[in-house]
């Protein structure tokens, strides 16, 4: 049976046939989001599908999938940081609002976004950068999402590696 990663993004990680994720932290998976207007947009997926909230999974569960983000968050604040001094801060956030799934977003934030969007929710960006081709997460944001993927590495406990990272080039459309 083949399956859409885009319709099952957890379970499709779960077999490894989501080439948005780089890697496997503690309590989920960290992928680069399919839209990348702020480049580097992550989202932590959690790695039970049937879990649609956070007051779902065990209360032992839920620290390592509150932690994820933080991992994940700093893991895009380091790539970033490298590859463009205007970077200026990653947004954690847990909305949970449109996917029927247990996620939290990271969102890089910089000094060169359009002045009237500075401080504002990056939810309410203009829809058009949401559906743009020219932010679609594709083979050019090969080597963010590598590095993404490494700065988890370092930051692991034993430094480990628990997924490999997507195939340079995969095609990577649809909604996070």
Known sequence: MIHDWKNDRTGSALRGGNPTVPRR???GFAAIGDAQFLPGYSVLLVDEPEVQHLSEL????????LSDPDRLG????????RADPA???????????TDG???????????????ELVGVPVRLYP????????????PQ????RAAIGEE???????????????????????EV
Do not use: C, Y
């Not at 065990?58 to 999938?65: D, G, H, I, L, S």
């Not at 947004?91 to 949970?96: A, E, I, K, R």
């Open 25 to 27: 932290p503690d309590a």
């Open 152 to 174: 988890l590495d370092r930051s692991s406990p034993e430094g480990r590696q628990t997924i490999g990272p997507a195939a340079p080039g995969a095609p990577v459309t649809g």
């Open 101 to 115: 799934f247990l996620h939290a977003h990271v969102w890089p934030r910089d000094e060169w976004e359009p002045g």
């Open 74 to 81: 700093e893991a895009v604040e380091r790539a970033r940081r």
């Open 141 to 144: 944001h090969d080597a963010l």
């Open 127 to 138: 829809q058009d950068r949401w559906s743009d081709v020219r932010f679609a997460l594709g």
């Open 58 to 65: 065990p209360k032992t569960e839920r620290p390592a999938f």
């Open 87 to 97: 970077f200026r801060r990653v947004n954690p956030d847990l909305l949970g609002n």
